[in-house]
């Protein structure tokens, strides 16, 4: 299992290197993920989930001391949220920087997750850049909690998947998503 880990890491990040797309367990439920920072690798993650590009990415990244680089301002009610909350929390921030354009809303807007799973801090800190995050589905169609449920037409298009996590059955569902409104206020845009 441990050999596998490893692998695992090295090839996604190969793969991420040359702007292709993996399939992966995240924090969450099983994910389609690439360079955030590159926009070809992020059109190709839209054609594979057949997604309107309107509709922004989850960006995850493994350390929080990242975020001021991909962020304009981080209001200090971010880091409370992080601190209290101790499911996975993705938090959307204004002023979206050094990412692909389309990670970020019309409005600038960008969604980023700090991961606390060690398979994708071990896998975006090896990488050394944030890495897209969105159910390894269709849009529309039924999101796979588990490997065995994800679509062969996903899987088909995907550069690398992920061994790691491939057997394990666990109850899981996506994170909480909050949108920042101002330096102390927000709102839940899903619990």
């Given at each position: 299992m441990i050999k596998n880990y490893y692998d695992d890491i090295v090839n996604c990040v190969n793969v991420l290197k040359q702007q292709g797309i993996i399939i992966y367990p995240t924090d969450t439920i099983w994910g389609i993920g690439c360079d955030a920072t590159q926009s070809k690798p992020v059109r190709r993650v839209f054609n594979v989930k057949k997604r309107d590009e309107?509709?922004?990415?989850i960006v995850l990244l493994d350390d929080v001391a990242k975020l001021s680089y991909y962020v304009n301002n981080v209001p200090p009610i971010a880091y409370d949220l992080m601190k209290q909350v101790n499911t996975p929390l993705?938090?959307?921030?204004?002023?979206a920087r050094n990412l692909a354009p389309q990670c970020a809303s019309a409005d600038g807007s960008v969604a980023i997750r700090i991961v606390r799973d060690d398979f994708c801090k071990d896998l975006i800190s090896s990488f050394g850049k944030p890495i897209v995050s969105t159910s390894a589905n269709v849009s529309g169609e039924h999101t796979p909690v588990i490997y065995q449920e994800i679509d062969n037409k996903v899987l088909e298009q995907a550069d690398y998947i992920v061994n790691y996590k491939r057997n394990v059955i666990t109850a899981v569902k996506p994170s909480t998503i909050i949108r920042l409104t101002g330096d102390w206020d927000y709102e839940i845009i899903r619990s």
């Amino acid at each position: 299992m441990i050999k596998n880990y490893y692998d695992d890491i090295v090839n996604c990040v190969n793969v991420l290197k040359q702007q292709g797309i993996i399939i992966y367990p995240t924090d969450t439920i099983w994910g389609i993920g690439c360079d955030a920072t590159q926009s070809k690798p992020v059109r190709r993650v839209f054609n594979v989930k057949k997604r309107d590009e309107a509709k922004a990415l989850i960006v995850l990244l493994d350390d929080v001391a990242k975020l001021s680089y991909y962020v304009n301002n981080v209001p200090p009610i971010a880091y409370d949220l992080m601190k209290q909350v101790n499911t996975p929390l993705t938090i959307i921030y204004q002023g979206a920087r050094n990412l692909a354009p389309q990670c970020a809303s019309a409005d600038g807007s960008v969604a980023i997750r700090i991961v606390r799973d060690d398979f994708c801090k071990d896998l975006i800190s090896s990488f050394g850049k944030p890495i897209v995050s969105t159910s390894a589905n269709v849009s529309g169609e039924h999101t796979p909690v588990i490997y065995q449920e994800i679509d062969n037409k996903v899987l088909e298009q995907a550069d690398y998947i992920v061994n790691y996590k491939r057997n394990v059955i666990t109850a899981v569902k996506p994170s909480t998503i909050i949108r920042l409104t101002g330096d102390w206020d927000y709102e839940i845009i899903r619990s």
